[in-house]
């Protein structure tokens, strides 16, 4: 299947789920407040946030009185125009250069999909030419390195790793200094999820920054969270979390195609204004897809992509 075709099948649940319902509510109906505190109710239950669901609400009302909109077809399509305009925040590249050394740091809790998500990076780069390193300094989980491991033999990448509960911090940097004496692009840091414990993993990912800091100052740097699609508001409330001990600069939202929740990833992007470079569609190494605004609202709204020039 072909990039659209992919999100379109991915997003199945998230459409029938979100655009059938909303799209239900307002047909043949008139604008009125009783809509409006449906509409917004539909949209909390669709798993777009509290917070987000009543502040597209708020711009609805507005743009409904300044534009006299009196049917619910019209509503549907200034509710679309906000929620692409949402989407549209989210989508900024992640930059890499070939020669220069970056340090992408990995968070997220247990069971969201990080370290294989790590490990369909680690593939992803390679395919386009990066030399990658893998550091396995999640040492808290037992199956972590092994697993990250099984990703770096599949990719045909180098991986750093210690023992069960070692340091952490001692594993990156044995990663940085593997990094630099084999001139990679990019290291690749998978850490451990321990967010019940959160004063432990907030002293853990605070050494690590301070020794990544330290050995290499001047290198670029990223600090992804891994979201469970699946998990719906809850995914938010990791975000505001993670976000208090991590300095993060972007969100890779995983499983959506297992879910009807994937609308959360505008609650994501309108609540924690980071950018989301990736997402997952599917379990295959090729599943793991750059964001595409437009595309990811073409098959959220099951619309034929634009040609290229073209306005969505």
Known sequence: MGLFDRLKSGLGKTRGGFSGKIGSLLLGRRVDED??????????EADLGISTSMALMDRLRDRAAAEKIRDGEQLKEALEEELRAILDRGQRPLVTEKGVLKVILVTGVNGVGKTTTIGKMAAKYKEEGYRVILCAADTFRAAAAEQLTLWAERSGVDIVKHGEGADPGAVVFDGIKAAVSRKADILLIDTAGRLQNKN???AELRKINKIIDRELPDAPKESLLVLDASTGQNAISQAHS???IVD???IILTKIDGTAKGGIIVGIIDEMDLPVYYVG????VDDLQDFDAAGFASALFETAPAEEGEAI
């Open 35 to 44: 809509l409006f505190d449906e509409l917004e109710e539909a949209l909390i």
């Open 200 to 202: 432990n993993l907030m």
């Open 242 to 244: 993670f976000g208090e």
């Open 248 to 250: 993060l600069t972007g």
């Open 281 to 284: 569609v599917g379990e295959g």
